[in-house]
């Protein structure tokens, strides 16, 4: 990825971030646990961790061949660790705020640097995040640069001052996010850069089912296999582009399971209607052009040309540790509750 300057260059930037997600419940569903532990290189899952198999475990080759066997023992043990952290506070939390066992609730720590490339191929600091959230809405998040704590509720103001005034914790904090978490970026992009900067083409498919109306149809773009996750994709009538007023739907850009991605944008139309639909998409990382029509099947590939183109119920709460003290927390009493709705995806966050 690349972050534009306010000059005519553009200075390339990495992250490393590592998600941790806890559910008050586990939810007896495939592929969802009470407790995850995800670390991400740019927009690729490097390691993974759950509380089914309890095993941190490479999720690249790269990761798996260069990095030795202890690493991944040490690895488990801190990331059982702070399961048992979230577990704990998930349910002091529940207690202090008088919450039964009926809803879910979810607690996650995010945690990373983000770097900029310099000329001799290493990173330099830009900046990095260390941040809570609960249920959905920001909770807490570090200032790595005025070494201060940022609580946006007012529940949090409690936990705000504690910390501020542990200075010991926040050197800690800062010191982790400006070196040991740039070590690891440098480190694990040397070694998986060649498959990092290789950029994966899309598929593309277009398909028409039927609907719950007779006399309509829904037709469907697919993209999916492509890296990196950017793109654009346009469904077309006769030529014009289809909006959401057109009453088209988009999945957006979705991970897939092998660390590319995909997305799928649909519009709903009359079986009679004689128009002439498209689906377009570009890549510009593959410098790929793709145009495919409903029923008569074209497709178009240009290379080499650059185209510019959980269940959240919302509770603000207060803690006092956190779980990398490896300590129990506590959780404040009074907290307003507030229902919202499914976000979809985990938030992003640290190596250990």
Same mark, same amino acid.
């Given at each position: 990825?690349?972050?534009?300057?306010?000059?005519?260059?553009s200075l390339?930037?990495h992250?490393?971030?590592?998600?941790?997600?806890?559910?008050?419940?586990?939810?007896?569903?495939?592929?969802?646990?009470?407790?995850?532990?995800?670390?991400?290189?740019?927009?690729?899952?490097?390691d993974?961790?759950?509380?089914?198999?309890?095993?941190?475990?490479?999720?690249?080759?790269?990761?798996?061949?260069?990095?030795?066997?202890?690493?991944?023992?040490?690895?488990?043990?801190?990331?059982?660790?702070?399961?048992?952290?979230?577990?704990?506070?998930?349910?002091?939390?529940?207690d202090?705020?008088?919450?039964?066992?009926?809803d879910?609730?979810v607690?996650?720590w995010?945690v990373g640097?983000?770097?900029?490339?310099? &000329? +001799?191929? =290493?990173?330099?600091?830009?900046r990095?995040?260390?941040?809570?959230?609960? $249920?959905? @809405?920001?909770?807490?998040?570090?200032?790595?640069?005025?070494?201060v704590?940022?609580a946006?509720?007012?529940?949090a103001?409690?936990?705000?001052r504690?910390?501020?005034n542990?200075?010991?914790?926040?050197?800690?904090?800062?010191?982790y996010?400006?070196?040991e978490?740039?070590?690891?970026?440098?480190?694990?992009?040397?070694y998986?850069?060649?498959?990092?900067?290789?950029a994966?083409?899309?598929?593309?498919?277009?398909?028409?089912?039927?609907?719950?109306?007779?006399?309509?149809?829904?037709?469907?773009?697919?993209?999916?296999g492509?890296?990196?996750?950017?793109?654009?994709?346009?469904?077309?009538?006769?030529?014009?582009?289809?909006?959401?007023?057109?009453?088209?739907?988009?999945?957006?850009?979705?991970p897939? &399971? +092998?660390? =590319?991605f995909?997305?799928?944008?649909?519009?709903?139309?009359l079986r009679? $209607?004689? @128009?002439?639909?498209?689906?377009?998409v570009?890549?510009?990382?593959s410098?790929?052009?793709?145009?495919?029509?409903?029923?008569?099947?074209?497709?178009?590939c240009?290379?080499?040309?650059?185209?510019?183109?959980l269940?959240?119920?919302?509770?603000?709460?207060?803690?006092?540790?956190?779980?990398?003290?490896?300590?129990?927390?506590e959780?404040?009493?009074?907290?307003?509750?507030?229902?919202?709705?499914?976000?979809?995806?985990?938030l992003?966050?640290?190596?250990?």
């Amino acid at each position: 990825p690349n972050r534009p300057s306010c000059g005519f260059l553009s200075l390339e930037t990495h992250s490393l971030h590592y998600i941790y997600t806890a559910l008050s419940k586990d939810l007896g569903l495939p592929g969802i646990h009470k407790f995850t532990a995800i670390g991400m290189l740019d927009s690729r899952m490097i390691d993974y961790f759950d509380s089914k198999t309890k095993e941190k475990v490479p999720k690249q080759t790269w990761m798996r061949e260069r990095l030795d066997p202890d690493f991944w023992v040490k690895g488990t043990q801190s990331r059982l660790k702070k399961q048992q952290w979230f577990e704990v506070n998930i349910n002091i939390l529940k207690d202090r705020m008088r919450q039964n066992d009926t809803d879910l609730h979810v607690l996650q720590w995010m945690v990373g640097c983000e770097g900029e490339m310099q &000329e +001799d191929g =290493t990173m330099k600091f830009h900046r990095g995040m260390d941040r809570y959230n609960y $249920d959905g @809405s920001d909770f807490l998040s570090f200032n790595n640069f005025r070494s201060v704590w940022v609580a946006p509720v007012t529940a949090a103001e409690e936990t705000k001052r504690k910390w501020d005034n542990d200075t010991d914790l926040n050197n800690k904090i800062k010191g982790y996010l400006e070196n040991e978490c740039m070590q690891w970026l440098n480190k694990f992009w040397s070694y998986g850069m060649n498959q990092l900067n290789t950029a994966s083409p899309p598929e593309v498919y277009v398909l028409t089912r039927d609907t719950n109306i007779e006399s309509n149809i829904r037709l469907t773009c697919l993209a999916t296999g492509f890296y990196p996750q950017d793109i654009i994709m346009w469904i077309k009538r006769d030529g014009r582009k289809l909006y959401r007023e057109d009453g088209l739907e988009s999945s957006g850009v979705r991970p897939n &399971e +092998d660390d =590319t991605f995909q997305r799928r944008d649909s519009v709903e139309i009359l079986r009679k $209607d004689k @128009s002439r639909y498209t689906c377009e998409v570009i890549h510009e990382a593959s410098s790929v052009y793709v145009m495919k029509e409903w029923g008569k099947n074209l497709f178009l590939c240009i290379k080499g040309t650059a185209v510019s183109v959980l269940i959240a119920l919302c509770v603000y709460t207060t803690f006092t540790s956190r779980p990398d003290e490896q300590k129990t927390g506590e959780f404040s009493s009074t907290s307003k509750v507030t229902m919202c709705c499914l976000q979809g995806s985990l938030l992003e966050c640290k190596s250990s």
